[in-house]
């Protein structure tokens, strides 16, 4: 038998706070609840950009999915957390030499960002020896509305311009070390919208119809990227999982059947961990000023950026709560961490008990994804929290927080030369 999970409380009592908690069956739903109902043979690759947490990577992986990686250091973590070749894929507009030599030789798929990529990708597949298998990310003509943040139809330094493949002799894609097979589009972020992503998807699998026949490439793999959203404040609602896949499945189902081997890959960040994550901080100080209260926390936006909004064209808090509230009577309180800018406010005129105090517990829902490492965890030089991932009924440390040592470990004062202390 699983014993019963540690509560907010307790887990704020073992680990201290500021402390990010991520709860792992509700990791493990919220894969399954997509994983169940959409087409069998769409593989998921889990974006380590929205939470690079080694568990949390790990947990994914354990459960079926790939790793989409931007850096040496997600390649390493995917690495770590048992990830193989064909469940890597790398991609990111500025790689290094040094990263895709090591994507190569760690038998990741690459997506290219540009056509001086390919000249690299060429250069680094023929001195390993090997035959490179490489996505090319398109930056499509279309946009749809439906994100936070949309892609497509604009200048960006992400992807290569539908027209200018388009406009490309078949030639240009050849190279010795490298072989073209397939397309990756990624058309924005926070999509909330289930027809979206139906009409996004139908027209990214278009297009490299129409790109691998123009251009004379095999589609060995399409991936549709994703952005799927999840509903931060009372005015969006979540995705139903149910209603998704009823308007993505035919469009796979038709796609599949014209193209049975084609590795079909959606990309999933935010969607899969946001749910799952609670910023636990502890009110250190309440104050009013100017007929306003505060709640001063030990953690504030230094580990939780997202919570400002940005993104958003005006501020909506996060569901905050207090952990263990005692009264329900409820008054508007602004939330603040430990830095010395207003800007460190991770909730305004959030309604919450009338008498909070020092030493009650806040948690902030919803804050999986785009935590810490999105946010500025060296301003003031607080550093990372803790993070703690309970499974099973148990609580694992899965990132110790940072201590002063380790801010200071790589720094070093100026040596005085032994000549200038000899001199005069
Ligand atoms: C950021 C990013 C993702 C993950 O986005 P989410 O909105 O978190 O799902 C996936 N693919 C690419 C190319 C990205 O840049």
């Known amino acids: 038998m ?47 950009k929205a939470n690079p947490n080694l568990a949390v990577t790990q947990s994914l992986l354990e459960l079926g999915a790939g790793a989409e990686l931007s850096s040496l250091a997600e390649l390493v973590t995917a690495q770590r957390a048992g990830a193989t070749g064909e469940q890597m894929l790398f991609l990111g507009p500025g790689k290094s030499r040094e990263e895709i030599a090591a994507a190569l030789a760690a038998g990741a798929c690459l997506v290219a960002e540009s056509l001086a990529e390919l000249e690299v990708v060429d250069a680094e597949a023929a001195r390993l020896g090997i035959t490179a298998s490489v996505l090319l990310r398109i930056n499509p003509g279309f946009s749809l509305k439906g994100g936070g943040l949309t892609m497509g139809g604009k200048p960006r330094q992400f992807g290569i311009d539908e027209e200018t493949v388009l406009a490309l002799p078949p030639a240009a894609l050849r190279h010795d070390h490298l072989r073209v097979s397939g397309i990756q589009v990624y058309m924005g972020t926070r999509i909330l919208s289930a027809d979206a992503i139906t009409e996004n998807t139908a027209r990214i699998l278009d297009l490299a119809e129409r790109l691998a026949t123009e251009l004379d490439f095999p589609l060995d793999t399409v991936d549709v990227g994703g952005g799927l959203g999840v509903a931060y404040h009372s005015k969006e609602s979540d995705l139903d999982p149910g209603g998704l896949t009823e308007g993505l499945n035919p469009v796979f189902g038709k796609f599949r ?4 081997d084609t590795r079909l890959v959606m990309e999933l960040g935010r969607y899969l961990t946001a749910p799952a994550g609670t910023y636990l901080t502890r009110v250190r100080y309440t104050k009013r000023s100017r007929g306003e209260a505060f709640a001063i926390c030990d953690g504030g936006t230094n580990h939780h950026m ?12 996060f569901p905050i709560h207090q952990v263990a509230a005692r009264t329900d009577e409820l008054t508007p309180w602004n939330i603040t961490g430990p830095l010395c800018t207003p800007n460190d406010t991770l909730g305004k005129d959030v309604l919450l008990p009338a008498d909070l105090a020092p030493g009650d517990l806040i948690g902030v829902a919803r804050s999986g994804a785009y935590g810490p490492t999105a946010s500025p965890v060296h301003f003031l030089s607080h550093g990372a929290p803790a993070e703690v991932l309970v499974r099973d ?9 940072d201590t002063v040592d380790d801010l200071l470990d790589r720094q070093f004062p100026v040596k005085e030369m032994e000549h200038d202390r000899t001199r005069g």
């Open 2 to 48: 699983t014993p019963s999970p540690p509560s907010l409380t307790d887990l704020a009592e073992e680990f201290g706070t500021p402390l990010y908690v991520y709860d792992g069956d509700r990791l493990r739903e919220q894969y399954r609840g997509l994983r169940d109902r959409l087409h069998p043979d769409v593989e998921f690759f889990y974006s380590l």
């Open 306 to 317: 997202a919570a400002v909004g940005i993104g958003s064209p005006f501020r909506r808090n």
């Open 393 to 401: 009924g148990r609580a694992h440390l899965v990132r110790r927080r």
């Open 257 to 260: 059947a014209e193209h049975p």
